[in-house]
T-cell receptor
């Protein structure tokens, strides 16, 4: 069975600082991994995805994530935080059966201080 | 491209009534749609997987008779909350999987249900 764990329910950074949101996964097969962002009272927007190609994945809004099999991690980073990055971020793993349904982590709220 | 809509965006209903939420893929066909529930400040919990033309597959602990799902076409799935109670108040989000794709899912904007 697949699962993801997000460490840190809240992360606070200063504007311009590095953003690091942590995600560790558990999967008995090579996983498909995703990062989504959610703004208040809205649906989810895909930031980036890993589907067994390049281990360093670049997404929208300057975010990127690196798949590290040895560490079972898929941490999300951005070199310089912007006020507009303040939101809830979810890591997800795809169940590798015919449904490819997503299992979400508990989420991390990113706060950006001016 | 790949836009998913939900209607209504917000709904308030009285306890004991039923409410229907629609999920539409506007510019693509979706053989599979998913319904999620999200409580305040919590993650998304998958309720059911809806496949066009067949019965939905419900996750463990989700009452299929309470949360009726219909996926009658390649662009529309509906979730009906029957005999709603205040504890059913939540944010319901659907996603649609691109036909022919193994993993591409696109999320709707969500529906806020409040049961009084």
């Amino acid at each position: 069975a697949q699962s993801v764990t997000q460490l840190g329910s809240h992360v606070s950074v200063s504007e311009g600082a590095l953003v690091l949101l942590r995600c560790n996964y558990s999967s008995s097969v090579p996983p498909y991994l995703f990062w989504y962002v959610q703004y208040p009272n809205q649906g989810l927007q895909l930031l980036l995805k890993y589907t067994s190609a390049a281990t360093l994945v670049k997404g929208i809004n300057g975010f990127e994530a690196e798949f590290k099999k040895s560490e079972t991690s898929f941490h999300l980073t951005k070199p310089s935080a912007h006020m507009s990055d303040a939101a809830e971020y979810f890591c997800a793993v795809s169940v590798m059966d015919s449904s490819y349904k997503l299992i979400f982590g508990s989420g991390t709220r990113l706060l950006v201080r001016p | 491209g790949a836009v998913v809509s939900q209607h209504p965006s917000r709904v308030i209903c009285k306890s004991g009534t039923s409410v229907k939420i629609e999920c539409r893929s506007l510019d693509f066909q979706a053989t599979t749609m998913f319904w999620y529930r999200q409580f305040p400040k919590q993650s998304l919990m998958l309720m059911a997987t809806s496949n066009e033309g067949s019965k939905a597959t419900y996750e463990q602990g989700v009452e299929k008779d309470k949360f009726l799902i219909n996926h009658a076409s390649l662009t529309l799935s509906t979730l009906t909350v029957t005999s709603a109670h205040p504890e059913d108040s939540s944010f319901y989000i659907c996603s649609a999987k691109l036909a022919g794709s193994s993993y591409e899912q696109y999320f709707g904007p969500g529906t806020r249900l409040t049961v009084t």
